[in-house]
């Protein structure tokens, strides 16, 4: 689901509790090529000072990564889910290793910006990056920059979202672990 298509309920289960701020301004975003919104407890300031090291929807990629820092990484893992009719269950990790890698998720992360030379797409990368890292080593590393670089580079003619589509998993502590090509599924331990 496309940033901009969410309802507040959508925005809360895929980014936390600040996600309908996160939503508001994307869309604001996407709507004026510009947004205005300062988001409750921060200065002007340190809104510009986001826009200018993150991009335009810097203040939503901020928001994003203090929303990570909130993941309970991976406690539910192997747990049922309501949803799992969605995805590709995994039982265990040996379930996935060996397995190809998906041209899907590979398309998606060089989307997201994952090899790119652009300073403030880099310095998301990075930011995430290290948040994920603390949260759940090089996995969440990974998870964290893409989702934050899909948001990091939305406009009114772009707007990734593989990576942040994964987000509800992620936020409900489920391992996002890769993706099936064959049933077009996120595949989920």
């Not at 510009?34 to 200065?43: A, N």
């Not at 002007?44 to 000072?49: M, N, Q, R």
């Not at 590979?106 to 998301?124: C, E, H, M, P, S």
């Not at 990091?152 to 979202?161: D, F, G, R, V």
Request: net charge negative; hydrophobic share 40%; glycine share 8%.
């Amino acid at each position: 689901m496309k940033v901009t298509e969410m309802t507040e309920r959508d925005a809360i289960e895929h980014f936390g509790q600040r996600g309908p701020e996160i939503v508001k301004l994307s869309r604001e975003l996407v709507a004026r090529g510009q947004t205005s919104y300062v988001p409750r407890g921060m200065e002007l300031g340190k809104s510009l000072a986001l826009k200018d090291r993150y991009g335009a929807n810097g203040v939503a990629v901020y928001l994003l990564m203090n929303a990570w820092r909130e993941v309970p990484w991976r406690v539910n893992e192997g747990k049922p889910s309501n949803k799992d009719s969605e995805v590709v269950r995994l039982s265990s990790w040996s379930e996935l290793a060996g397995q190809e890698d998906s041209q899907t998720w590979t398309n998606a992360l060089k989307i997201a910006g994952i090899q790119t030379t652009d300073r403030r797409l880099y310095r998301v990368w990075q930011d995430a990056g290290a948040i994920g890292f603390e949260i759940g080593s090089h996995n969440a590393k990974l998870l964290a920059s893409a989702s934050c670089g899909e948001l990091a580079q939305l406009s009114s003619e772009n707007e990734p979202h593989f990576f942040i589509d994964m987000m509800p998993w992620i936020i409900k502590g489920y391992w996002v672990c890769g993706w099936d090509d064959e049933n077009n599924r996120l595949k989920v331990l």
